[in-house]
């Protein structure tokens, strides 16, 4: 599932800025755009629908209104709000922005703003179509934004809103490949890509963009956190998107993983707590798979700091979390019950130790785990 979605990304990522091109709009609807954009991120659904309703209600015509409408229900998607009824409602609204741009567009084939928001929209249907497994389809609508983008750089090149597709493009062109192999086939029909243009491109649309520059913090993010591997470069993005949208638990889990990386251990601590106690009183998005992420790294902490009987009770909860939310064994149980093994180890329980390394071998190898537990096997973790 994770190759497949970031081959979608590839497909479609030039395309997904397009969206951020807000053309001929008078001040009033770039002010009310402004108000509602941040309410989405902010996790803020029934504000943000209000604006947008009125961006539609005056501008009817015009995409705008239409596809951040549709973003709102992305944004639930994204933060765990799935369900068959959003999901097609999603669908239903990328389908009226691409009909009132393709009303435009047969009026005037140049109409930037159309051109923009159709190529955001198929973008984000191809991503939506490549989580489903529905391949073919992403890779279509991927290969129609793409043209899109092109067309748009012609028309607006010095852009900065633009520099968001061209860089996460250029970024995903050039990493993916590499990281999945798989992948290469494709891009013999794609443009190359080139990771340092577009980490450029990304950092100069997060600085100067007028409407994509928090989408592009979120890309740099995740580049630099998880494929870089380059946490220092991550944390300022995560710093600010969690500070300027404190309600989107994505910013919030994104800023943890970062001082986790980098330290102080107190300071993430501090923040992961926070996470747990948003996920018990129920905030919006703060769901089980956020209070396994915060009672894991909790037990870190406290691992850290010597409270090894406190930090057993985090990774016994987190154990729990695990066997409601998956299946089979994922990356947090077993890294979970390793941590669990190298606790019983510091604490002299050689025999329960055992029993953890053993259960790590019966899993499938994450990340090194076999090495792992065959190392902590033959030698008891100090």
């Given at each position: 599932?994770?190759?497949?979605?970031?081959?979608?990304?590839?497909?479609?990522?030039?395309s997904?800025?397009?969206?951020?091109?807000?053309?001929?709009?008078?001040?009033?609807a770039?002010?009310?755009?402004?108000?509602?954009?941040?309410?989405?991120?902010?996790?803020?659904?029934?504000?943000?629908?209000d604006?947008?309703?009125?961006?539609?209600?005056?501008?009817?015509?015009?995409p705008?209104g239409?596809?951040?409408?549709?973003m709102?229900?992305?944004?639930?998607?994204?933060?765990?709000?799935?369900?068959?009824a959003?999901?097609a409602r999603?669908?239903?609204?990328l389908?009226?922005?691409?009909?009132?741009?393709?009303?435009?567009?047969?009026?005037?084939?140049?109409?930037?703003?159309?051109?923009?928001f159709?190529?955001?929209?198929?973008?984000?249907?191809?991503r939506?179509?490549?989580t489903?497994n529905?391949?073919?389809?992403?890779?279509?609508?991927?290969?129609?934004?793409?043209?899109?983008?092109?067309d748009?750089?012609?028309?607006?090149?010095?852009?900065h809103?633009?520099l968001?597709?061209?860089?996460?493009?250029?970024?995903?062109?050039?990493v993916?490949?590499?990281?999945y192999?798989?992948?290469?086939?494709?891009?013999?029909?794609?443009?190359k890509?080139?990771?340092v243009?577009?980490?450029?491109?990304?950092k100069?649309?997060?600085?100067?963009?007028?409407?994509?520059?928090?989408e592009?913090?979120?890309?740099?993010?995740?580049?630099?956190?998880?494929?870089e591997?380059?946490?220092?470069?991550?944390?300022d993005f995560?710093?600010?998107?969690?500070?300027?949208?404190?309600r989107n638990?994505?910013?919030?889990?994104?800023?943890?993983?970062?001082?986790?990386?980098?330290?102080?251990?107190?300071s993430?601590?501090?923040v992961?707590?926070?996470?747990?106690?948003?996920?018990l009183?129920?905030?919006p998005?703060?769901?089980?798979?956020?209070?396994?992420?915060?009672?894991?790294y909790?037990?870190?902490?406290?691992?850290?700091?010597?409270?090894?009987?406190?930090?057993?009770?985090?990774?016994?909860?987190?154990?729990e979390a695990?066997?409601k939310i998956d299946?089979?064994?994922?990356g947090?149980?077993?890294?979970?019950?390793?941590?669990?093994?190298?606790?019983?180890?510091m604490q002299?329980?050689?025999?329960?130790?055992?029993?953890?390394?053993?259960k790590?071998?019966?899993?499938?190898?994450?990340?090194?785990?076999?090495?792992?537990?065959?190392?902590?096997?033959?030698?008891?973790y100090?």
């Amino acid at each position: 599932m994770m190759r497949r979605a970031l081959l979608a990304c590839l497909l479609v990522a030039a395309s997904i800025p397009a969206a951020a091109q807000w053309v001929a709009m008078s001040t009033d609807a770039d002010s009310l755009v402004q108000i509602g954009t941040k309410a989405v991120y902010n996790v803020e659904f029934d504000k943000a629908q209000d604006v947008f309703d009125e961006v539609i209600r005056r501008y009817p015509q015009h995409p705008a209104g239409y596809f951040l409408d549709a973003m709102i229900d992305w944004w639930r998607i994204a933060i765990g709000q799935r369900s068959q009824a959003t999901e097609a409602r999603f669908l239903s609204k990328l389908d009226k922005v691409i009909t009132v741009c393709d009303a435009n567009l047969t009026r005037n084939p140049k109409d930037i703003s159309s051109m923009f928001f159709k190529g955001g929209a198929l973008g984000y249907r191809g991503r939506f179509n490549a989580t489903n497994n529905n391949m073919l389809s992403a890779a279509e609508d991927g290969r129609v934004a793409l043209g899109l983008l092109n067309d748009c750089q012609k028309v607006a090149p010095g852009n900065h809103d633009i520099l968001l597709g061209t860089g996460l493009y250029n970024y995903w062109a050039s990493v993916l490949p590499e990281k999945y192999p798989a992948l290469k086939p494709v891009m013999i029909f794609l443009p190359k890509g080139d990771k340092v243009i577009g980490l450029a491109q990304l950092k100069a649309a997060a600085r100067q963009a007028r409407y994509s520059a928090v989408e592009a913090k979120v890309v740099l993010v995740q580049a630099y956190f998880d494929f870089e591997k380059n946490a220092l470069e991550a944390i300022d993005f995560a710093r600010d998107l969690n500070q300027s949208y404190p309600r989107n638990p994505a910013f919030h889990r994104a800023y943890g993983r970062c001082l986790v990386s980098l330290g102080p251990i107190d300071s993430a601590a501090v923040v992961w707590r926070d996470v747990l106690n948003r996920c018990l009183d129920k905030w919006p998005g703060y769901n089980r798979n956020a209070a396994r992420e915060a009672l894991y790294y909790i037990g870190v902490s406290l691992m850290i700091r010597g409270d090894l009987d406190k930090a057993l009770t985090y990774f016994y909860k987190c154990d729990e979390a695990c066997r409601k939310i998956d299946e089979d064994a994922t990356g947090f149980i077993i890294k979970t019950n390793l941590k669990i093994g190298q606790i019983y180890d510091m604490q002299g329980k050689r025999d329960l130790a055992i029993k953890q390394y053993k259960k790590l071998l019966a899993w499938s190898d994450n990340n090194g785990s076999h090495d792992d537990a065959q190392r902590y096997l033959a030698t008891p973790y100090r």
